[in-house]
């Protein structure tokens, strides 16, 4: 099993900055596509920023040129710095990962696990 676990969250004045970090922790097992998705009151949990294990990107249109997605593969952590917050952004930031839980024995399983989440509020 893998756990993830969020942390960077808070208030901040639009226009301010904020980092998010998450870790996964476990045993044996390897991180494929982390990504960070948010859902604000009423609204559907949307994909905010995304990371490959090789580091390619995909960011929400309304976040790119603002927020960066980030990971440190050694320490199975991601980050999301997000500069020039807005209104807008105040939302819960979920930490996404796809995991492959590896056996000594038999082929690997694919899970996808979440973050508990941590809420960013950004205020005008």
């Known amino acids: 099993q893998v756990q993830l676990v969020e942390s960077g969250g808070g208030v901040v004045q639009a226009g301010g900055s904020l980092r998010l970090s998450c870790a996964a922790s476990g045993t044996s097992f390897r991180t494929n596509e982390m990504a960070w998705y948010r859902q604000a009151p009423g609204k559907q949990r949307e994909l905010v920023a995304l990371?490959?294990?090789?580091?390619?990107?995909n960011y929400a249109d309304s976040v790119k040129g603002r927020f960066t997605i980030s990971r440190d593969n050694a320490k199975n952590t991601v980050s999301l710095q997000m500069n020039s917050l807005k209104p807008e952004d105040t939302a819960v930031y979920y930490c996404?990962?796809?995991?492959?839980?590896?056996?000594?024995?038999?082929?690997?399983?694919?899970?996808?696990?979440w973050g508990q989440g941590t809420q960013v509020t950004v205020s005008s």
């Open positions: 990371i490959t294990h090789d580091g390619g990107t």
């Open positions: 996404n990962a796809d995991v492959l839980l590896l056996r000594a024995l038999g082929p690997a399983t694919r899970v996808i696990y």
